[in-house]
């Protein structure tokens, strides 16, 4: 028996599915919502569905049993959360066309603006729709987060207006009803703690003036070990000492160690090590094993040299750094060996590519309650062939 994210599955059903394929946990995931719903009332916050972390629709009647609304970082996102999900719409992007905005006027119950100039160029545009509600995101110009690629708060940052910007554009801030902030990436309470300190600090001076504060994402709350308590108690607090609504808008810890990737075996060969070649791609189908970079989960597998046979796994693109990286196994890999990498749903769907033209994994559900696994989306060479021209 396979055992991963609390599914098992038998080889004989693991043979079954077709590689590659992402499947996706649908008790784990409303576990994960449950937990997040709890946070919700304990706290009287709102968290959003961030859908740049995880936009898998076929679980909307899910998510909107346990979540009032979507983030959204594009008109298509701001699409899909108006027509699937429901509840409330905020968007935020870096920078918005007259096009975009024209759309999300139409769509949005919150935008946050990038910078004081946006919102300038934006704000008459604002009153057809006297219903939203505007925001700007700020830059703490504090980091938590080691990885320069996911640190909004690293120098030069373009995310976020700082707070020298922010002055000298007070006026342009007239109607302003929300702060939006985010510098976190897969962290515990205390990194949060330590950033609330800062916004309170420098821009504690706006908060009379508004209704509403977002605290983004990065909030890893269904890890095990994140202290929900903790989270809890901080919302609290400042929700006590600001009468503000506070949100967040958690995209991976929605669908945390909800996934995974299964994957089949295509080709061993040599050269100075034993090397495997996958049918599936980290570049184009778990993109943050390189961006981040990471050393992704593998059911069975160990440290390289651990166990008696070690491999480097390589994907199926002719990129030369498409490689997973090296892991031993107990048994010898072979042609049809099937490898299962852990928590694959977030950030990997949202991100995968068709370079090379390679087939995007197919996307299953498994119900642990049922014991069932449902094919839900299939791709074809006409997915690849509808996205050029």
């Not at 938590?144 to 000298?168: A, F, M, V, W």
Request: glycine share 6%; charged share 20%.
């Amino acid at each position: 028996m396979e055992q991963f994210g609390g599914i098992i599955f038998s080889q004989q059903e693991l043979a079954k599915l077709q590689t590659p394929c992402y499947v996706v946990n649908k008790t784990q995931l409303e576990r994960n919502l449950q937990l997040l719903q709890y946070v919700q009332k304990q706290a009287d916050c709102k968290i959003l569905l961030a859908f740049k972390g995880f936009a898998m629709w076929s679980f909307a009647p899910l998510v909107r049993k346990y979540l009032p609304g979507t983030s959204a970082s594009s008109v298509n996102e701001a699409k899909l959360g108006r027509d699937l999900y429901g509840g409330e719409l905020h968007v935020y992007a870096p920078a918005y066309s007259d096009e975009d905005m024209l759309q999300h006027i139409e769509l949005a119950d919150h935008i946050v603006f990038n910078s004081t100039s946006q919102i300038k160029r934006f704000k008459s545009q604002l009153s057809k729709n006297p219903q939203i509600k505007f925001g700007i995101r700020v830059n703490p110009e504090h980091s938590e987060t080691d990885t320069p690629i996911y640190d909004p708060s690293g120098k030069y940052s373009r995310l976020g207006t700082t707070l020298e910007n922010l002055k000298n554009n007070i006026e342009d801030l007239n109607g302003l009803s929300g702060l939006h902030f985010h510098n976190l990436c897969e962290l515990n309470v205390d990194a949060l703690e330590r950033t609330l300190a800062v916004i309170e600090e420098k821009f504690g001076f706006l908060f009379d003036r508004l209704s509403w504060i977002n605290f983004g994402g990065g909030h890893h709350i269904t890890r095990p070990d994140y202290d929900v308590d903790r989270l809890i108690q901080l919302i609290k607090d400042f929700k006590n000492k600001y009468q503000l609504d506070v949100y967040l808008e958690p995209g991976e810890a929605i669908a945390l160690n909800t996934g995974v990737l299964v994957t089949t075996v295509e080709d061993v060969l040599y050269n100075e090590m034993n090397i495997v070649i996958l049918d599936t791609s980290a570049t184009a189908h778990m993109p943050d094993v390189l961006e981040m970079p990471y050393r992704p989960y593998i059911q069975g597998a160990d440290e390289p040299n651990v166990k008696a046979h070690t491999y480097k796994l390589g994907g199926i693109t002719c990129l030369a750094g498409d490689t997973v990286g090296d892991y031993s196994f107990d048994s010898e890999l072979k042609v049809g060996s099937r490898l299962i990498f852990g928590d694959m749903a977030h950030y990997t769907m949202v991100k995968n590519t068709t370079f090379n033209g390679v087939r995007l994994p197919s996307i299953y559900i498994y119900d642990q309650h049922l014991g069932t696994c449902r094919l839900v989306k299939q791709f074809t060479y006409e997915d690849y062939k509808n996205r050029l021209s």
